[in-house]
């Protein structure tokens, strides 16, 4: 039966102690959305195909539609709802928001995640790097031409900030 | 009595307000504002229906039908049923006892809301699980089972309406909504459910009169919306007879009156609201999962969530097929003298919106050109591929497709640039269309011209070396805006001077939201960023027809100034009651009215000089419904077929890899006339977008069949744009003459970018090694077998 390998799983959610009953087949998106209502991952492709559902794993992103949730135990976990501080955005958000890099929006959290990643990777990336490092995440309204516009604004205005 | 300020709203209003005519500076429209709900969609709380769960819900699975064309022997569901967790297992008996006449659809009464005696297509839902946990009802589908005795099926558009042919519906059931398709009621024995013509002229006679001749039929392949956030609707019981539909609808008015209709009861008692779609592009219209999880809430009196998974996108709605058969009559000094087109449209074995598809694109399938004979069949065709219905143009880019790759045949043939050839032929403002309608605030030319700046036409491109050759192609489109069609708009003023505007436009990624609040601001004298926008709650908003065609910035636009007029005309009068004024000497400006001596009240400040507290409402309502003329059945001659006309032209430079048949499109440039700009930002990213997403099906987007089975039903077979398919010069350029009649001149763009790509792309790859490929998409291999058939060594077959 379905719901017979259950178990409780403790890790870091963007920043706080948490814990969670699953089974073991739940993916991280799913229990991340039923017992924390944190729906910024977010399945669409259900085939880690799209990058909607971007989590960031132990400093890692993952898919988190593919991922399951009992790997998570003892990891440190982040989400979309993870980078902004009290209500002030991220840089990267921010730069997301001045160059409109989105239209419906639905893809926008893996984006911003995967962005994060790359930056870390590529303080000052050239346009090839952005595009091979985002090549995973896919946006239907094809906003493309602006999310790369925003993650050169984002490493702009990281950059000035740690100068 | 409290005294009434609401001035009557005037219903049709045509003319342009007394505010434009005065052409005041524009504060707010023609800004590039960031939309208002940017941080909402970069914090991941941007509210979307697929992530609403409700107490005690049921998650539905739908049991679907494995085979295309079939009579149900049976259905048994008792193993289903034996799972621990299945709270019901629903079948077309079932909702029969809700709902006698379980048929609904847009343009004819055809689907059921659970498969009746027959399926029609793989994928049809027969039955639906229900349960708490999501796992259980997918594992309890699959162990529900369907017996069937198959049918012949009929996949292909002209094969299924010649004689002989399996029929996929018995009779036609038109639904009555649209008046232009009543007289198909019963008629029985055929699968096309519409055959709609236009006829101009004498196309024999311009035949005959053509130095050439020349004809050719193109095909454009079946493709798919693959909205990121799948279709998903919710319903729950509201009161004692009320209902609450949760839905990702493009069309919530819509979704209310049939749902209504299906139970018998009055519209008030069906509530459907949407949030932000996470993508839309005509897969989300008319009516998807509204009617199964009504039914099912109602029939197990619990909140029912269904939401699809990508996969079950594909068997849900697709853009149709197409055959275009096109034949046209030249003179020698390239002037098109007749031109005859035949579209079959592959509608699948549901109507949903196909045949108004069929009609609106097909009257068309001429193009934008002035030509004095015209012939024009178009053929609303079903068979058993999953429906067909909306597309993000309706089917607009499978017409331009065909007449605009000819186009470039002629052009070539003739030894005319392929620029030169368009300029020559296209219909200017005051010339009538094939349908009689005569053509205004249409920029044609302007749209060519900015193609040939951007592409540097005149000057010579560099082709190319060794394997690499390269090309370029140009092609231009239009559509006629649907018609017709209702928006009705409310302003709402509170007792603080703050504002909200209540419409049923759909935020589904194109910006309508900002836009919207533009207009409103715009008209009242205030910043955007202060206008709230209620999104669509059918208790809430009042009735549109639906946010599709490219038709909200025009008609809901239209609508949204109307209420903001009406709005402050009223608190015009408040104003000049207090100022002890005349409403013609105030001025709405910066959040106040202000009179010439220079005296200002805030709104919030007429709010309390009205209600003597904090309190009270200034309500404006508008209501826009341009004119329309219905088709003459026969002719398909109408004097105003549309409310206004959508050009667009693209321009494309490519390389070809002669080797392996790989297009690389190196530059591609967008041009859509709009009228104005109410967000130039967002229209050029609605341009690029669509571009893009015409690019995916121009290149490699394709559904592929195997007796009516999607082989590639996910997005690790089926590839949509990437970021690295993005050309390395993409552009978009906004063309802006004020449309007379749109709001502050504005009309709409949604799906202008569509229109044109693939056969610039095409006449760029004829351009590049001389081959000429008739069918979408041109992937790989078909171009390079085109390639090796020119060159007299052809590749084997598969």
Not at chain 1, 23 to 40: C, K, P, S
Not at chain 2, 517 to 546: F, K, N
Request: glycine fraction near 8%; charged fraction near 20%.
């Amino acid at each position: 039966m379905m719901n017979e390998a259950r178990r409780t799983i403790r890790f870091t959610l963007n920043g706080r102690a948490a814990s969670a009953n699953i089974a073991v087949y739940e993916t991280l998106v799913e229990v991340l959305q039923r017992d924390f209502g944190l729906f910024g991952g977010r399945e669409s492709c259900g085939q880690g195909l799209c990058g909607c559902c971007t989590a960031v794993v132990n400093g890692a992103a993952v898919s988190g539609c593919l991922y399951l949730a009992a790997f998570v135990d003892g990891a440190d976990v982040v989400t979309v709802e993870g980078l902004a501080d009290r209500g002030v955005l991220h840089p990267i958000q921010q730069a997301f928001v001045s160059e409109s890099g989105f239209q419906c929006g639905y893809c926008t959290p893996g984006f911003v995640l995967m962005t994060e990643q790359l930056l870390k990777r590529y303080p000052h990336p050239t346009d090839d790097e952005i595009r091979h490092y985002l090549s995973g995440n896919l946006c239907r309204c094809a906003a493309y031409p602006d999310i790369i516009k925003a993650v050169k604004a984002a490493a702009k205005s990281l950059a000035s900030s740690r100068d | 009595m409290p005294a009434r300020f609401t001035e009557p709203a005037d219903t049709t209003v045509e003319a342009p307000s007394k505010a434009r005519r005065k052409a005041p500076a524009l504060r707010e429209v023609g800004r590039s504002i960031p939309r208002l709900e940017s941080h909402a969609k970069v914090d991941g709380s941007a509210e979307y229906i697929y992530h609403l769960r409700l107490p005690g819900m049921l998650q539905g699975k739908i049991c679907r039908s494995t085979v295309p064309h079939a009579r149900i022997v049976r259905i048994d569901a008792s193993a289903a049923l034996a799972m621990e967790g299945v709270h019901a297992v629903i079948t077309a008996d079932d909702i029969r006892t809700l709902i006698p006449d379980p048929y609904y659809g847009p343009a004819f009464h055809d689907q059921p809301i659970l498969a009746i005696d027959k399926v029609r297509y793989v994928g049809e839902p027969v039955a639906i699980v229900l349960a708490a946990d999501l796992h259980v009802a997918e594992e309890a589908a699959d162990r529900v089972v369907v017996e069937y005795e198959p049918l012949l099926p009929v996949f292909d558009e002209v094969a299924a309406t010649k004689p002989g042919a399996p029929i996929v519906h018995d009779f036609l059931r038109p639904s009555g909504m649209f008046p232009d398709l009543k007289h198909l009621k019963d008629r029985s024995g055929t699968n096309v459910a519409l055959d709609a013509r236009v006829l101009h002229g004498n196309v024999e006679k311009g035949f005959a009169e053509a130095d050439l001749i020349f004809e050719n039929v193109f095909r454009s392949g079946k493709v798919m919306h693959a909205t990121f956030e799948p279709i998903v609707s919710l319903a729950e019981l509201n009161g004692s007879n009320g209902l609450t539909i949760h839905t990702s609808s493009q069309s919530p008015s819509y979704v209310r009156a049939e749902v209504s209709r299906l139970l018998g009861w009055p519209e008030n008692r069906v509530r459907v609201r949407t949030a932000f779609l996470g993508g839309g592009f005509g897969a989300k219209l008319y009516i998807k999962l509204e009617a199964l999880v009504a039914a099912c809430a109602l029939l197990v009196r619990k909140p029912v969530r269904i939401g699809l998974t990508m996969e079950e996108q594909f068997y849900t709605i697709t853009k149709h097929g197409a055959t275009v058969r096109i034949k046209t009559g030249v003179a020698k000094d390239g002037r098109m003298v007749a031109r005859e087109v035949e579209t079959w449209w592959n509608g699948g074995a549901y109507a949903d919106i196909g045949p108004r598809v069929s009609q609106k694109s097909g009257f068309t399938a001429a193009g934008p050109y002035d030509i004095e004979n015209v012939s024009l069949a178009n053929y609303a065709v079903y068979t058993n591929d999953p429906p067909a219905g909306a597309l993000r143009g309706f089917g607009i880019s499978q017409v331009v497709w065909a007449y605009e790759c000819q186009n470039d045949i002629i052009a070539r043939s003739l030894g005319i640039d392929p620029l030169e050839f368009r300029r020559r032929n296209i219909l200017r403002n005051g010339r009538p269309h094939a349908t009689g309608t005569i053509m205004t605030n249409a920029e044609i030319d302007e749209v060519l011209n900015r193609l040939s700046d951007r592409m540097k036409w005149d000057a010579p491109i560099d082709r190319g070396a060794g394997p690499i050759r390269r090309g370029r192609g140009v092609a231009i489109g239009f559509k006629a805006c649907i018609a017709p069609t209702t928006s009705v708009a409310v302003m709402n003023v509170y007792g603080d001077g703050s504002c909200c505007l209540s419409c049923s436009t759909v935020d589904m990624g194109q910006g309508s939201d900002t836009a919207m609040a533009q207009i409103a601001a715009e008209t009242m004298g205030i910043s955007t960023e202060s206008v709230r926008v209620v999104h669509p709650d059918t208790d809430v908003t009042p009735y549109d027809m639906a946010t599709l065609g490219s038709r909200s910035t025009y008609h809901m636009g239209n609508a949204v100034r109307l209420a903001a007029e009406d709005a402050r005309a009223q608190l015009l009068r408040i104003a000049a009651a207090a100022l002890e004024t005349d409403t013609e000497e105030l001025e709405c400006r910066e959040g106040a009215v202000i009179s010439p001596s220079g005296s200002r009240m805030t709104i919030g400040e007429l709010m309390h000089a009205r209600f003597g507290m904090q309190a009270g409402n200034v309500i404006g309502m508008g209501t826009f419904t341009p004119p329309y003329v219905k088709p003459d059945l026969q002719t398909g001659q109408s004097p105003q077929i549309t409310p206004f006309w959508m050009l667009a032209g693209a321009a494309a430079e490519i390389e070809v890899d002669t080797e392996t048949g790989r297009i690389r499109v190196t530059k591609l440039v967008n041009v859509g006339d709009v009228g104005r700009a109410i967000n130039p930002a967002i229209a050029k990213r609605q341009l690029n977008g669509a571009g893009t997403m015409q690019l995916g099906f121009t290149l490699f987007e394709e559904m592929r069949f195997n007796e009516g089975q999607v082989i590639n039903a996910s997005l690790a077979d089926y590839k949509i744009p990437g970021i690295l398919d993005l050309p390395e010069d993409l552009s978009a350029e906004l063309v802006e003459f004020p449309h007379e009649h749109g709001p502050f001149g504005a009309k709409g763009v949604g799906e202008t970018g569509m229109f044109s790509v693939s056969p610039a792309i095409a006449n760029a790859l004829c351009d590049a090694v001389g081959v000429r490929i008739l069918e979408l998409p041109l992937t790989p291999e078909r171009v390079l077998r085109a390639i090796r058939a020119s060159e007299n060594r052809p590749l084997d077959n598969e």
